[in-house]
């Protein structure tokens, strides 16, 4: 039974994700990988990976935004000796590794914070451009994400055989999703999207469940 639940649970991962790309929330592809092959969407993974890598490395396309995207890469790297350097840091202040130099000890606990801050700065920065890249484009990838939506039917299609050969309970696997037009789907749910929680973003995303009837179960 606790395989069957975990294949059930890749088919819900792997919507929700592949649905968030065609919404231009872009994942990187090899973390579907596991999900495809737990579920068995090996050929349906090839039928669209070409279309969901030109959505996923779109930036990396878009002129000014390489060199930044690299920094961001090494800023993340520097994530682990951030955090060792600040524990490194608490420890000399409470006397356990003691320290008479005070600029070593503001080395310590500075430098981690310059990082983090650099990285929410250029990520953020990239994030934006893209986002008016995406605005100033709004026929970007059409084919691509009308590619992605008839592949997520088919996936949803497959989700239900498998949710109804195993006598799953598909209120145990609601989806949130950015799009509502997907065949084998109930929507639950609507819920407009806050920055900082308090500022209206210019979409809905979608609690869903899978349509099917308890007799069909």
């Not at 959505?55 to 000796?81: D, H, K, Q, Y």
């Not at 590794?97 to 914070?113: K, M, Q």
Request: charged share 25%; hydrophobic share 45%; aromatic share 12%.
């Amino acid at each position: 039974m606790k395989g069957t639940n975990e294949k059930l649970a890749q088919f819900q991962y792997l919507v929700a994700q592949l649905d968030s790309i065609r919404a231009f929330r872009r994942v990187h592809p090899s973390k579907l990988e596991q999900a495809v092959n737990k579920t068995n969407s090996t050929k349906l993974w090839n039928r669209i990976k070409p279309e969901v890598e030109r959505i996923v490395f779109l930036p990396e396309s878009i002129p000014g935004l390489s060199n930044l995207i690299r920094t961001t890469a090494t800023l993340r790297m520097l994530f682990p000796l951030c955090f060792f350097a600040f524990i490194l840091g608490i420890l000399i202040r409470v006397g356990i590794f003691p320290v008479t130099s005070d600029f070593l000890y503001s080395i310590f606990l500075i430098a981690p914070i310059v990082i983090m801050v650099a990285f929410v700065v250029v990520d953020f920065t990239i994030r934006k451009k893209v986002a008016r890249y995406e605005e100033h484009h709004p026929d970007l990838h059409v084919e691509e994400r009308a590619q992605l939506r008839r592949a997520i039917d088919d996936l949803i299609l497959q989700f239900i055989r498998e949710m109804k050969l195993y006598k799953g309970n598909p209120e145990k696997y609601q989806m949130r999703l950015y799009f509502n037009d997907y065949r084998g789907i109930t929507v639950l749910s609507e819920r407009r999207e806050k920055i900082f929680g308090v500022f209206n973003r210019g979409y809905s995303t979608y609690t869903t469940t899978l349509a099917v009837s308890q007799k069909g179960r």
